[in-house]
């Protein structure tokens, strides 16, 4: 067992003709078994984009160069060595296991070869996510900037190619908590609930060739009372009278929309469309096909549908309850921070990331709080599969308050920020059925204009539930209650309105030696020592938890998936080497 994640001693990097300081951490303390199935020339090789399929795509994952120069810096002109992307320069997985710091920039270099048959086309360039500020370069030319450190953007790449080799160039800035950005628990000094840095690159980097006109993004709405399905189709490019064709297979009967280019391919069969829920986690797959005026096939994409509905309704005895798909249904799941020894943000296979909800689903959950995190693309994708529920956090940002103080303040450019990075994740999450509530703040970590935020999720989608803060300060607005409560669940009053909630409690912990981020300073809520013991307390735990329920208690959110680094409460070991409870008992609790 190695020691606790430490410092190195300083390293010097060369960038250019300037000498910056680096600091190295050591190798983590822990990995997954997953670890070891990484390997440099096929690293996370699964179809990035579940949702908008393509055949063809060109992964650009795995070792490229590194720098880190003090901010404002031109490009290195020498490299410091080799970094795997898509892990954070932090993770032991980049090879790297390094600090940046806000007062530096890294720097990302590789070469690729132009796409077959480019010419004539558009390439499009990738990113599954990087934090924070991005900029892009290829063959010197500056293709594009980004800021938001959770969501996915591309840049389009073509005016920039050449034949043959080309050379790509990425610069990243990241203040961390040093800053008002958006960043979870990220911290630049990790300790208690607070976590190590992510910096730079953290999703999948990729590209595709699309024609001239193409299809851009997809929306899909659903109306579960009208039995209708409706995809909006944004298309990019010239696209005068050119139209869309949709082609389903829904009950084992086909299925046919047809549509002008700016207007929503729909569809109301005759018969009832097979309803998502998490027992019956039933998707239907659909192509779209973009046609020029002639008829010929321009463009082409897959991608699927859930149908569901989620709503708060009074169940027979006057209680607001969560409603799926006409149905009272009590949702409960863990709180999933998604945070990875090896990898940090980034689990190190995508069988891995599978693996965590594969072992939710065995506990017996129904849902999932994904907390103050934005996963890729495929972590939803899996939860479509298997039927998880998810409650989706806002990666919290900028200042705090406790339970008894006003919302914050923030300046013009961190309010405009949030909005922005709150508006994309919501957008760019939008098609996945698996979620069924919007939670903007934590514990009122940034909490900002509360009454107006929970309005602005609405507006941005009106088909799920808006929770307006997860635990302390509740401005009576929303769809929820939402009470935090360790480590026992409880439930202080009902409301007219609103269903309530335990957004957290639990908590529960066993350090288990040998599966340890650090020796010292490891803690839960309330520590046991044996697994039998724990499986005890949990046991009771939630037949408290079923006694509430008949008080009225709507859904509970467990404390937590996983340990992370010091945080020992997790249902199995951060490693994800031990589930620490016997699981026939928890599963049957």
């Given at each position: 067992?190695?020691?606790?994640?430490?410092?190195?001693?300083?390293?010097?990097?060369?960038?250019g003709?300037?000498?910056?300081?680096?600091?190295?951490?050591?190798?983590?303390?822990?990995?997954?078994?997953?670890?070891?199935?990484?390997?440099?020339?096929?690293?996370l090789?699964?179809?990035?984009?579940?949702?908008?399929?393509?055949?063809?795509?060109?992964n650009?994952?795995?070792?490229?160069?590194?720098?880190?120069?003090?901010?404002?810096?031109?490009?290195?002109?020498?490299?410091?060595?080799?970094?795997?992307?898509?892990?954070?320069?932090?993770s032991?997985?980049?090879?790297?296991?390094?600090?940046?710091?806000?007062?530096?920039?890294?720097?990302?270099?590789?070469?690729?070869?132009?796409?077959?048959?480019?010419?004539?086309?558009?390439?499009?360039l990738?990113?599954?996510?990087?934090?924070?500020?991005?900029y892009?370069?290829?063959?010197g030319?500056r293709?594009?900037?980004?800021?938001?450190?959770?969501?996915?953007?591309?840049?389009?790449?073509?005016?920039?190619?050449?034949?043959?080799?080309?050379e790509?160039v990425?610069?990243?800035w990241?203040?961390?908590?040093?800053?008002y950005q958006?960043?979870g628990?990220?911290?630049l000094?990790?300790?208690?609930?607070?976590?190590?840095?992510?910096?730079?690159?953290?999703?999948?980097?990729?590209?595709?060739?699309?024609?001239?006109?193409?299809?851009?993004?997809?929306?899909i709405?659903?109306?579960?009372?009208?039995?209708?399905?409706?995809?909006?189709?944004?298309?990019?490019?010239?696209?005068?009278?050119?139209?869309?064709?949709?082609?389903?297979?829904i009950?084992?009967?086909?299925?046919?929309?047809?549509?002008?280019?700016g207007?929503?391919?729909?569809?109301?069969?005759?018969?009832?469309?097979?309803?998502?829920?998490?027992?019956?986690p039933?998707?239907?797959?659909?192509?779209?096909?973009?046609?020029?005026?002639?008829g010929?096939?321009?463009?082409?994409?897959?991608?699927?549908?859930?149908?569901?509905?989620?709503?708060?309704?009074r169940?027979?005895?006057?209680?607001?309850?969560?409603?799926?798909?006409g149905?009272?249904?009590?949702?409960?799941?863990?709180?999933?921070q998604?945070?990875?020894?090896?990898?940090?943000?980034?689990?190190?296979?995508?069988?891995?990331?599978?693996?965590?909800?594969?072992?939710?689903?065995?506990l017996?959950?129904?849902?999932?709080?994904?907390?103050?995190?934005?996963?890729?693309?495929?972590?939803?994708?899996?939860?479509?599969?298997?039927?998880?529920?998810?409650?989706?956090?806002?990666?919290?940002?900028?200042?705090y308050?406790?339970?008894?103080?006003?919302?914050?303040?923030?300046t013009?450019?961190?309010?405009?920020?949030?909005?922005?990075?709150?508006?994309?994740?919501?957008?760019?999450?939008?098609?996945?059925?698996?979620?069924?509530?919007?939670v903007?703040?934590?514990e009122?970590?940034?909490?900002?204009?509360?009454?107006?935020?929970?309005?602005?999720?609405?507006?941005?989608?009106?088909?799920?539930?808006?929770?307006?803060?997860?635990?302390?300060?509740?401005?009576?607005?929303?769809?929820?209650?939402?009470?935090?409560?360790y480590?026992?669940?409880?439930?202080?009053?009902?409301?007219?309105?609103?269903?309530?909630?335990?957004?957290?409690f639990?908590?529960?912990?066993?350090?288990?030696?040998?599966?340890l981020?650090?020796?010292?300073?490891?803690?839960?809520?309330?520590?046991?020592?044996?697994?039998?013991?724990?499986t005890?307390a949990?046991?009771?735990?939630?037949?408290?938890?079923?006694?509430?329920?008949?008080?009225?208690v709507?859904?509970?959110?467990?404390?937590?998936?996983t340990?992370?680094?010091?945080?020992?409460?997790?249902?199995?070991?951060?490693?994800?080497?031990?589930?620490?409870?016997?699981?026939?008992?928890?599963?049957?609790?």
């Amino acid at each position: 067992m190695r020691t606790r994640r430490a410092w190195r001693t300083p390293m010097w990097v060369l960038s250019g003709l300037m000498l910056s300081p680096m600091v190295s951490y050591a190798a983590a303390p822990i990995r997954t078994t997953w670890a070891d199935q990484v390997k440099a020339d096929n690293v996370l090789p699964e179809y990035p984009r579940p949702q908008m399929t393509r055949p063809a795509w060109t992964n650009l994952n795995g070792h490229w160069d590194y720098a880190i120069t003090p901010r404002g810096t031109h490009k290195p002109t020498s490299w410091a060595g080799k970094i795997l992307v898509p892990f954070c320069i932090e993770s032991d997985l980049s090879g790297v296991a390094g600090r940046v710091g806000p007062e530096n920039e890294l720097w990302y270099r590789r070469t690729f070869s132009a796409p077959g048959g480019w010419k004539g086309r558009r390439t499009l360039l990738h990113f599954g996510a990087a934090d924070w500020k991005a900029y892009a370069y290829v063959n010197g030319k500056r293709v594009g900037a980004h800021q938001g450190g959770y969501d996915a953007f591309s840049f389009d790449i073509t005016d920039a190619l050449q034949d043959g080799d080309n050379e790509l160039v990425v610069r990243v800035w990241d203040p961390t908590d040093a800053g008002y950005q958006p960043r979870g628990k990220q911290t630049l000094n990790p300790n208690g609930i607070w976590y190590t840095a992510v910096t730079g690159i953290w999703g999948t980097v990729w590209m595709e060739t699309v024609p001239q006109t193409f299809i851009h993004a997809l929306r899909i709405d659903t109306d579960f009372a009208a039995n209708t399905l409706k995809v909006d189709v944004e298309a990019a490019g010239e696209a005068a009278g050119y139209s869309l064709e949709l082609d389903t297979m829904i009950g084992g009967l086909s299925y046919h929309a047809k549509a002008k280019v700016g207007e929503p391919l729909t569809l109301t069969p005759e018969t009832r469309i097979p309803a998502w829920s998490p027992t019956e986690p039933t998707h239907h797959d659909f192509t779209i096909e973009l046609k020029d005026a002639g008829g010929n096939t321009i463009d082409h994409v897959g991608s699927y549908f859930g149908f569901r509905s989620i709503e708060i309704r009074r169940d027979d005895a006057g209680v607001n309850r969560l409603f799926l798909n006409g149905e009272s249904l009590f949702q409960y799941g863990p709180l999933d921070q998604g945070w990875w020894p090896d990898g940090l943000y980034t689990a190190p296979t995508d069988e891995a990331l599978k693996y965590d909800l594969e072992v939710t689903k065995r506990l017996g959950f129904n849902m999932v709080r994904k907390h103050v995190k934005v996963e890729p693309a495929r972590w939803y994708h899996w939860c479509d599969k298997l039927g998880l529920l998810v409650w989706q956090d806002m990666p919290s940002g900028d200042a705090y308050i406790n339970s008894q103080q006003p919302d914050i303040k923030r300046t013009a450019q961190s309010g405009y920020n949030f909005e922005r990075e709150l508006r994309r994740m919501i957008e760019g999450l939008f098609n996945h059925p698996c979620i069924v509530m919007w939670v903007p703040y934590n514990e009122g970590w940034g909490q900002w204009e509360t009454a107006r935020i929970v309005e602005f999720v609405r507006g941005l989608d009106s088909t799920r539930l808006v929770d307006n803060t997860s635990g302390w300060a509740d401005r009576n607005i929303g769809d929820v209650l939402d009470i935090h409560s360790y480590p026992a669940p409880r439930i202080d009053k009902l409301d007219d309105t609103r269903a309530v909630v335990n957004g957290e409690f639990g908590g529960l912990g066993l350090p288990m030696k040998g599966h340890l981020w650090q020796e010292k300073d490891n803690w839960g809520y309330r520590t046991y020592e044996t697994q039998a013991a724990l499986t005890d307390a949990y046991c009771n735990m939630l037949g408290d938890l079923h006694r509430l329920v008949g008080r009225g208690v709507a859904a509970a959110v467990y404390t937590q998936t996983t340990d992370v680094e010091g945080e020992v409460n997790g249902l199995m070991t951060y490693d994800r080497g031990v589930l620490k409870m016997d699981e026939a008992r928890a599963a049957a609790a």
